[in-house]
């Protein structure tokens, strides 16, 4: 008789989103030393937006970004990574620099789709719906479809049935209230995020949001930098938090990161 046995290979992945603010005042002069940050915490995949990548990254990190003239989002990994683009006319093209997506391998053989995002809170242009159904993606709480409406229909689309990380500055939150009671427009957003089987991980491991931006002397938690993931990555998270002192005390952005651990790993049959 053979007896048959499970051996689990399993790795630990760092995930991290951080808006760098790279584009306003004096958050330039210290961007080369947040990125120094980012290195030091040794990400295996980086989610950024308003950054201005180095021309060169110390060996055994690549870094893919779309071309950006002041800045742009980019995602910064260890792993094996495969660039994803689009046409410029297309539905997730017409955002450009504002998003940055790939394919990245990860230690256990899975291929994630992923990508960095940053997106606006404001009515979307013309120019950005032309031949798109702006009405069906517009959510119930707003009269006209907003940036982050566009470009989060469009990614659904193309992480639909996929394992995937969405993750960046969606410049929107649930800005939950005194009372407990959420912004309707942030509400929705998330709600048709989590219908269609997208993970916020930060949620999942803490219950609530937490401060990530720093910008503005309001009370009121705001936190619009999230990551997202299938619910088969989601069910390897270890934990998820947003570490304020980048941005609170040290004034390196305006925003502070998100950071979230996940277990991955497969079962390999042994006799």
């Given amino acids: 008789m053979t007896a048959v046995t499970g051996q689990v290979h399993a790795a630990r992945v760092r995930i991290l989103t951080w808006n760098m603010a790279s584009a306003f005042g004096s958050y330039k002069e210290y961007h080369d030393e947040a990125w120094a940050e980012v290195l030091a915490r040794e990400p295996d995949i980086a989610f950024l937006q308003e950054c201005a990548p180095p021309p060169e990254f110390p060996y055994g990190w690549t870094v893919h970004a779309e071309p950006f003239e002041i800045w742009g989002s980019a995602i910064v990994t260890r792993l094996p990574m495969?660039?994803?683009?689009?046409?410029?006319?297309?539905?997730?093209?017409?955002?450009?620099?504002?998003?940055?997506?790939?394919?990245?391998?990860?230690p256990d053989g899975t291929e994630l789709l992923v990508s960095s995002v940053h997106e606006r809170t404001a009515p979307a242009s013309k120019r950005l719906l032309k031949d798109l159904d702006g009405a069906a993606m517009r959510r119930p709480s707003v009269d006209v479809p907003w940036w982050n409406d566009v470009a989060w229909h469009g990614l659904a689309d193309l992480?639909?049935?996929?394992?995937?990380?969405?993750?960046?500055?969606?410049?929107?939150?649930?800005?939950?209230?005194?009372?407990?009671?959420?912004t309707p427009?942030?509400?929705?957003?998330?709600?048709?995020?989590?219908?269609?089987?997208?993970?916020?991980?930060?949620?999942?491991?803490?219950?609530?949001?937490?401060?990530?931006?720093?910008?503005?002397?309001?009370?009121r938690v705001h936190q619009p930098d999230v990551i997202f993931a299938d619910a088969s990555t989601a069910a390897?998270?270890?934990?998820?938090?947003?570490?304020?002192?980048?941005?609170?005390?040290?004034?390196?952005?305006?925003h502070a990161p998100v950071i979230a651990e996940l277990q991955v790993g497969h079962a390999r049959a042994m006799t």
């Fill in 82 to 106: 495969t660039p994803v683009r689009f046409e410029p006319t297309s539905h997730l093209g017409r955002f450009g620099a504002y998003l940055a997506t790939a394919t990245v391998t990860l």
């Fill in 159 to 182: 992480v639909r049935g996929r394992r995937f990380i969405v993750a960046g500055d969606w410049n929107t939150s649930r800005w939950v209230d005194a009372k407990g009671i959420p």
């Fill in 185 to 219: 427009s942030g509400k929705d957003f998330f709600d048709r995020a989590e219908a269609a089987g997208w993970v916020d991980l930060h949620q999942r491991a803490v219950g609530h949001e937490e401060r990530s931006w720093f910008g503005s002397t309001n009370p």
């Fill in 236 to 254: 390897g998270l270890v934990g998820c938090r947003v570490e304020p002192e980048w941005a609170a005390d040290r004034k390196l952005s305006d």
